[in-house]
Every structure is written in structure tokens, then in C-alpha cells.
């Protein structure tokens, strides 16, 4: 038997749930942060779902967090988070990618998939998975999402990129939550596989000023 706490304050709403493998469902408890209330309501509903359960830091097999991409604030709200609960319980942290998550609910697992999120400025974080094996994940403009999706399916959770890629004819579904970060966050607890917290950071997908703002070098004639 696994016990798991599941985070996710990436998107427009934040989540948590626990889950516990052996049951049927395996999520036992699940809750919703509205808006932006994640960094005021997230440990607070952790604390509340865990004391509810009669369930204790230490009995954790592992804290599953969502680190982006997504709002900035968000992500450093539940990665801080994570952090501060796996030091003081001493349970270890995956880190799982919201893209990959969001790849997941099409529940095709033989087939490319590229998972679009909205990022601004006209531009899009693009994951690529075929199953659960991450292919890339990149940050690219409209043009380029059209290319690197050629031969796989495009799955989006947000209506703004499905308008943008609607040319594409993208699979809309509903916005990853805490939860659906189970099935990937169970692979990696079987395969032994922990991020380091002291070196977890966010998976924010942004170029560097310097590719920002880098301007075209002239050819000489």
C-alpha cells in the first residue's frame, strides 16, 4: 500500500488530493483552491485532508507536485510547498510536468500526443509523449506548434488555445487537476525515481532574454 499527496497550483484554479493504492478509488480526498487563493489555502487544506484521514506527514509514500508550466506564482506556490512538507515529514517529492499530465487524459497511450498550453505573448509551451515518455517540451509560436504537431494528435484544456489552434482541430479537454497526476506520479514512486529537493526548481519552459531580444545578425553582401 502507497499513501500519496497530490498538488497542482499551475493553472486557473488550484487542487489537492490524497490517494492511497489498494483502494478502488485510489483517490480517497480531493479539494479545489478557487481563483488564485492557492498560496493562502493550500497548506491549510493539506493539513485539514491529512488530519481528516487520520493520515500523518510520515505515513506519505510520496509528494507528487505539478511545477509548471504554467503562472508563476502558482508553481512556486506548490513547489515551495512540497519542499518545506518533504523536509519537515522526510518523504520524498516528484516533480511531474503539467504538459505531461495534461498529454495523459486523452488516455491514448499508443499514439503521439503534443499537449498545448497557453503561455502569452502569442505563444505556446508545447509537450510531446508518445505513452508517458517525454519526446521534448518547448516553448514555440503558433507557426511551429502547426509543424511539430504533424502525425500526432493535439490535446488542450484551455479555450484560448484551442480558438488560436483551431485549424489544428485539437481534442479539448477538461483542466488537469491534483489527481490526474496519479498514474505518472505511481511510475515514478515503482521506478524509485525522487527529485532531489534541494535542486528541484520550476519547469517554466521560458527562452532567456538573450533569445528574446536577440536580433538577426546581418549577411554581408
Sequence with gaps: MMRLLLMDTCG?????????????PAIIASERLP???????????????????GWRLSDLTAIAVVHG????????????AAKGLSEAGGVPVIAVSRLAVL???????????NAVLDAGRGEFYI??????????????????VGNASVGGSIVVCEATVANALAEL??????E??????????LERVAAAEFDDVATLDA???????????????????
Design 69 to 80: 508550466p504554467g503562472s508563476f506564482t502558482g508553481v512556486r506556490v506548490g513547489l515551495s
Design 203 to 221: 519547469n517554466y519552459l521560458r527562452r532567456t532574454d538573450a533569445q528574446i531580444f536577440a536580433k538577426p545578425k546581418s549577411v554581408a553582401s
Design 169 to 174: 482541430k485539437p481534442m479539448v479537454v477538461k
Design 35 to 53: 481563483g488564485r487563493s492557492s498560496s493562502e489555502r493550500l497548506m491549510p487544506t493539506v493539513r485539514r485532508l491529512l488530519e481528516a484521514n
Design 103 to 113: 498529454a495523459g487524459l486523452t488516455g491514448e497511450s499508443d499514439v503521439r500526443v
Design 12 to 24: 486557473s484554479e488550484g487542487s489537492v488530493a490524497l490517494a492511497e493504492t489498494g483502494r478502488e
Design 127 to 144: 509537450g510531446e509523449y508518445e505513452g508517458h515518455r517525454r519526446v521534448r517540451e518547448e516553448l514555440m509560436e503558433k507557426v511551429e
Design 176 to 185: 488537469p487537476a491534483a489527481e490526474d497526476a496519479l498514474a505518472l506520479a
